[in-house]
T-cell receptor, first 113, second 115 residues
Framework: AQSVTQLGSHVSVSEGALVLLRCNYS??????LFWYVQYPNQGLQLLLK??????LVKGINGFEAEFKKSETSFHLTKPSAHMSDAAEYFC???????????FGTGTRLLVSP | ETGVTQSPTHLIKTRGQQVTLRCSSQ?????VSWYQQALGQGPQFIFQ???????GRGNFPPRFSGLQFPNYSSELNVNALELDDSALYLC??????????????FGSGTRLTVV
C-alpha cells in the first residue's frame, strides 16, 4: 500500500520568501511522485513529477522538488513566493502501473504582502 | 488541445436519489479516472477506465459505477445518495502506454451537495 503525509495543513510566507512544502511518502515499490496545485473552485494542475532519472525535478511557475529515497521525501520548494502562489498543494504517489494516485491531505499556502 | 470538461459544475440532490456526472476527456487520452474530494481532504481514487473497461477501483461501494464511451467520454453514476457523498468529484484523463505518460489532466470538477 502507498501513502503520503504532508506536514502542515497551512504554511504562511511573505512575498519574496522561500516556499517549502513538505511531503513524505510510503511505498513498497519504486514510487512515482507528483505535486499538484489547486486554486479555489478549480481542478488540479500538475506542477511537476518524478518517475525515474534525475532526482531534482523542475516544474512550472518556478517550483522544484527533490526525490530523496533515503528520507522517503519529495519536498516542494520555490526560492521566492509570489502572491499568485497562494493555493492548495497536494503531493501524490503512484506505482509504476500508474493506475491511481494516492494523495496527501494537502497544504494551504498563504502568501502575505 | 482541449482540456477535460465536466458537467454540471454544481448539483444539489436529495438523499436516496441517483446522480450522473459527465466528463469529456482531453483529446488523445484513452484513460479516465474519477476521484472524490471531500471538503478539506485530498482526492480519493474511485475507479479508472481504459478502453471502456474498469481498470481498477478504490475503496468505494458498488453504488458508485461508471462508464467510458468509444469517444473516451465518461460518466460517474452514484445510486442511493448519502449525505457523505457530498464532495467535489474530479475527472482526470491520461494516455496510457505512452512514453511521456504519468501526467493526468484534471477537470474543474462537479460539486455535489446531498441534502
Amino acid at each position: 500500500a502507498q501513502s503520503v503525509t504532508q506536514l502542515g495543513s497551512h504554511v504562511s510566507v511573505s512575498e519574496g520568501a522561500l516556499v517549502l512544502l513538505r511531503c513524505n511518502y510510503s511505498s513498497s515499490v519504486p514510487p512515482y511522485l507528483f505535486w499538484y496545485v489547486q486554486y479555489p473552485n478549480q481542478g488540479l494542475q500538475l506542477l511537476l513529477k518524478y518517475t525515474t532519472g534525475a532526482t531534482l525535478v523542475k516544474g512550472i511557475n518556478g517550483f522544484e522538488a527533490e526525490f530523496k529515497k533515503s528520507e522517503t521525501s519529495f519536498h516542494l520548494t520555490k526560492p521566492s513566493a509570489h502572491m499568485s502562489d497562494a493555493a492548495e498543494y497536494f503531493c501524490a504517489v503512484s506505482d509504476q502501473s500508474f493506475q491511481k494516485l494516492v494523495f496527501g491531505t494537502g497544504t494551504r499556502l498563504l502568501v502575505s504582502p | 488541445e482541449t482540456g477535460v470538461t465536466q458537467s454540471p459544475t454544481h448539483l444539489i440532490k436529495t438523499r436516496g436519489q441517483q446522480v450522473t456526472l459527465r466528463c469529456s476527456s482531453q483529446s488523445g487520452h484513452n484513460t479516465v479516472s474519477w476521484y472524490q474530494q471531500a471538503l478539506g481532504q485530498g482526492p480519493q481514487f474511485i475507479f479508472q477506465y481504459y478502453r471502456e473497461e474498469e481498470n481498477g477501483r478504490g475503496n468505494f461501494p458498488p453504488r458508485f459505477s461508471g462508464l467510458q464511451f468509444p469517444n473516451y467520454s465518461s460518466e460517474l453514476n452514484v445510486n442511493a445518495l448519502e449525505l457523505d457523498d457530498s464532495a467535489l468529484y474530479l475527472c482526470a484523463s491520461s494516455h496510457q502506454r505512452t512514453e511521456n505518460n504519468y501526467g493526468y489532466t484534471f477537470g474543474s470538477g462537479t460539486r455535489l451537495t446531498v441534502v
